[in-house]
């Protein structure tokens, strides 16, 4: 099997109602929700989102100027929230200090200086770099093991299995999905995938999706048992 099966298969299996998937894609909202989502689940990043969305200060700018103890009252919801205000922090001063604002981060950021920041590692870097900063970068997460375990595949560290999903056909993925006949949800037929970010955002999506859907604890359920061995 490869990235690209892998890829149909689960486009077949998903509704999804969003192309780009990931809430604020291409913001600056992307980069901190790439550090509120460490260690707790999504409702609990959003809910600190939410935030410091309802008090004006979901921006790089704001997060940078405030104090660590109250920028860690306001995410608190999200766990962990001495040690994210610090990253966050530290962060968005650092994005400041060598880039200037958000826009010359996106353009100019590289993954080496993403994983030098503290509290950053592989897949949080990778996630800023599809989601936020819109590069044609493959997110692999612990979703993506279970998922590929279930299949039979291991993979020796982040780096293998980001290689693997990585390898995409993307003439292929871009006729299947913008397809007319294909099993799209309609509100995502609105927009065309187009280009290798879009493909990558939406394939982590979809892996996403389906393992939330069908990955109860670590079993998961008749469903993707079914899914799993029509593919091997």
Known sequence: MSATELFIALFRAVKI????????????????????????????????????????????ESIAGLEEAELAQIIKVSGFYNQKARRLSLLCKAIIADFGDFESFKSGVSREWLLARKGIGAESCDAILCYACER?????????????????????????????LGELEFERIYEFVNSANSPCDA???????????????????????????????????????????NLK
């Open 187 to 229: 509100t995502a037929k609105a927009d065309k995938l187009e280009n290798e970010n879009g493909a990558y955002a939406l394939f982590h999506g979809l892996i996403v999706e389906f393992c939330k859907a069908h990955l109860k604890g670590k079993i998961f359920d008749d469903f993707a048992i079914e899914f799993f061995d």
């Open 17 to 60: 109602k969003d192309l780009r998937w990931w809430p604020g894609f291409g913001s600056f909202e992307v980069v901190v929700g790439a550090i509120l989502i460490q260690n707790t689940a999504w409702r609990n990043a959003d809910a600190a989102l939410q935030n410091l969305r309802s008090k004006g200060l979901l921006s790089l």
């Open 136 to 164: 044609a970068v493959m997110v692999a997460d612990s979703y993506s093991a279970r998922l590929l375990g279930a299949l039979g595949y291991e993979f020796e560290s982040y780096d293998e299995l980001n290689a693997w």
